[in-house]
């Protein structure tokens, strides 16, 4: 398939392999854990497929090569690119302020400089692997002037844009000295995807307030004719493919095992995320802290599993952030615990699937509460794993899952009192209530799962263009 033209495109910061050295010294490729490319893999097989992406190290430059039936296409960027585009602007700028600014976002302009070189890179690349009339697909905050871009080389293709992270409000957004030109950017798709329909809206509102286009409901008018359409589509996980694993012996074995290791306690409580301030990691650690030195909880009845993985370590606020959690769960485990007996389990690691499987097997129950959070598949991915319909999951309204979950004890983060009334009810709650919850949980992510979210959009993408392409300004 290398060198032909790929009739169906996706574009994102990461491609969707790891490198692996083997001990000879050769270099092997494996899929990346994660939904996206298992979702994609066969649209992409079978329309002949290409992904565009960073490979994740500085200064190097890699031809594209085939992994598992897809074209991967591997972008370079320098070390300075890596500071400046990928740990600065969108990790120092977009994602705190897209995140609540629960981190204070810092701009610069030579961040910003770095972020338009790069995203144009990326248009570049795409716009000479797209064969004539080809859909395209881009994901994500790292690369939201790619639409435009694109659409500037390449009128003929058809072009989608999906954010998986939240979108702001207007009032944090317009702090952006550069608010403009990322709307401008965005528009260039002829559907623009987020996870909650509020996104979608704030979008629009922000298109007609900064940029002056007429839009009614979820549809942006250009003054060329072309419309734009803005919608969600939650995003989510291969449900069957999760629950599967976790029936496997040896995932059931593990779990077992893990139980025991924690000293068979009453109460398994467990959280996985990556080590990031959005997560509400600190609030969390610190409402079962208060609740076994209360005594509202034994601290031989009940252990706390959390696994941080490590992220974006070169970032000062995650950087600062690792400090934190460090001295917090030391401070907790030292003042309740007692020989043998350590409250919280800090796992400062990743894992693979299978153990990720075990532990969600190994939990009763699940701790999920991010300060801001876009969607949130660590909790799908529990809910996935429970075909016993035992487990309880302790989710934040903030997590865009939550407008999914509906029968999870449902927490304000921030609300360290509301969060230890959570852990309670939920370590209380007998099998009846527990099974009622998981059962509706489950329907909903068995029957709204990956490939139910990549078809809708890429359903929509097609009829967007048929449809609405040619639609002319609205009069009035
Ligand atoms: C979030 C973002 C993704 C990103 C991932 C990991 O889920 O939405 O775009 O790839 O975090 O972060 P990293 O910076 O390591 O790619």
Aim: aromatic fraction near 8%; charged fraction near 30%.
């Amino acid at each position: 398939m290398a060198g032909s033209l790929a009739e169906f495109v996706v574009i994102a910061n990461r491609l969707p392999v790891d490198r692996f050295i083997e001990p000879g010294g050769g270099t092997t490729w494996r899929t990346s854990p994660g939904g996206l490319v298992t979702a994609l893999e066969p649209v992409m097989r079978r329309k002949g497929g290409a992904w565009i992406g960073w490979h994740g190290a500085p200064d190097e430059k890699l031809k594209p090569f085939d992994h598992d039936g897809v074209r991967l296409v591997p972008v370079p960027l320098s070390g300075q690119e890596v500071r400046e585009y990928y740990e600065g602007f969108s990790n120092g700028t977009l994602w705190p302020l897209y995140h609540d600014v629960i981190a204070p976002p810092e701009f610069h302009r030579e961040w910003w400089d770095s972020y338009v070189t790069v995203n144009r890179r990326f248009a570049e690349k795409a716009a000479r692997v797209a064969r004539r009339n080809a859909t395209v697909w881009v994901q994500d905050y790292q690369l939201q002037l790619v639409p435009a871009m694109l659409r500037d080389l390449r009128p003929d293709l058809r072009i989608g844009f999906f954010l998986h992270i939240p979108f702001p409000p207007r009032e944090l957004f317009s702090q952006l000295p550069w608010r403009r030109q990322i709307l401008e950017g965005l528009m260039g798709a002829d559907l623009v995807g987020f996870q909650l329909p509020g996104a979608a809206q704030n979008f629009v509102r922000l298109v007609r307030e900064r940029v002056g286009h007429k839009t009614h409901r979820d549809t942006v008018y250009l003054p060329d004719g072309r419309t734009v359409l803005a919608r969600s589509y939650p995003i989510s996980i291969d449900a069957a493919g999760f629950e599967e694993l976790a029936r496997t012996d040896a995932v059931e074995a593990r779990a077992k095992e893990i139980r025991q290791s924690l000293g068979d306690p009453k109460h398994v409580l467990l959280g996985i995320d990556r080590l990031d301030y959005t997560k509400g990691l600190r609030q969390r650690l610190r409402a079962f802290g208060e609740l076994i030195t209360e005594g509202s909880v034994d601290v031989d009845d009940a252990v706390f599993v959390q696994v941080a993985t490590p992220s974006r370590e070169r970032v000062d606020q995650y950087r600062l952030l690792r400090d934190d959690i460090d001295r917090l769960v030391g401070r907790i485990n030292g003042d309740v615990g007692r020989i043998g007996q350590q409250p919280i389990t800090y796992l400062h690691a990743s894992y693979p699937r299978e153990e990720m499987a075990a532990l969600y097997r190994a939990a009763d129950v699940m701790v999920v509460t991010p300060l801001r959070d876009g969607m949130n598949l660590v909790a799908k991915e529990y809910v996935a794993c429970r075909y016993d319909d035992c487990g309880s999951l302790v989710l934040s309204e903030f997590a865009g899952a939550a407008a999914e979950l509906r029968s999870a004890y449902r927490v304000n983060p921030y609300d360290i009192n509301g969060v230890k009334t959570a852990l309670l009810d939920a370590m209380r709650a007998d099998d009846r209530e527990t099974a009622r919850r998981m059962k509706a949980m489950r329907k909903h992510v068995l029957e709204h799962d990956i490939d139910h979210w990549a078809s809708a959009f890429i359903d929509e993408l097609t009829a967007s263009r048929e449809k609405h392409g040619k639609r002319t300004r609205p009069v009035g």
